[in-house]
């Protein structure tokens, strides 16, 4: 018979947020092939702290899952920027040293097959709040 443990953050990732810019730490940033073999996605995971502009914790705990891609190298050279990396061309960029750090990412919302989900569009900034 299986067993199966949950933690907090399996019932948190449900949880719609309301759209604004939200203090996140990034907790993962991983690679793998995009289905039509094409191009790499780096699938991204970032916990809310707070809310970047106003401090509210109402939705602190949240894990977002978003996605860049290799294809789409403008949104990654804005999420590095955000957290002060700047970025030459040329240059080659480990992503998983993103993890543990802190950015601002504006989170919205998304209708997907019936469901709403939240959304992120690739806005990122410089945290507005020191956590």
Same mark, same amino acid.
């Given at each position: 018979?299986? =067993?199966?443990?949950?933690?907090?953050?399996?019932?948190?990732?449900?949880?719609?947020?309301?759209?604004?810019?939200?203090?996140?730490? =990034?907790?993962?940033?991983?690679?793998?092939?995009?289905?039509?073999?094409? @191009?790499?996605?780096?699938?991204?995971?970032?916990?809310?702290?707070?809310?970047?502009?106003?401090?509210? *914790?109402?939705?602190?705990?949240?894990?977002?899952?978003?996605?860049?891609?290799?294809?789409? *190298?403008?949104?990654?050279?804005?999420?590095?920027?955000?957290?002060?990396?700047?970025?030459?061309?040329?240059?080659?960029?480990?992503? @998983?040293?993103? @993890?543990? *750090? *802190?950015?601002?990412?504006?989170?919205?919302?998304?209708?997907?097959?019936?469901?709403?989900?939240?959304?992120?569009?690739?806005?990122?900034?410089?945290?507005?709040?020191?956590?």
């Amino acid at each position: 018979m299986p =067993i199966v443990g949950f933690d907090e953050q399996d019932f948190l990732r449900g949880k719609i947020v309301a759209p604004g810019w939200y203090l996140m730490e =990034i907790k993962d940033v991983g690679e793998k092939l995009a289905a039509n073999g094409e @191009s790499t996605n780096f699938p991204t995971e970032g916990i809310i702290i707070q809310n970047d502009d106003d401090g509210s *914790k109402d939705f602190a705990g949240v894990p977002v899952i978003w996605n860049f891609n290799s294809k789409f *190298k403008s949104a990654i050279i804005a999420f590095l920027a955000a957290m002060g990396q700047e970025v030459q061309p040329n240059q080659r960029v480990e992503l @998983s040293a993103a @993890s543990g *750090k *802190k950015v601002a990412v504006y989170v919205d919302n998304k209708t997907y097959e019936g469901r709403i989900l939240n959304n992120v569009n690739h806005k990122y900034r410089a945290p507005a709040s020191q956590v």
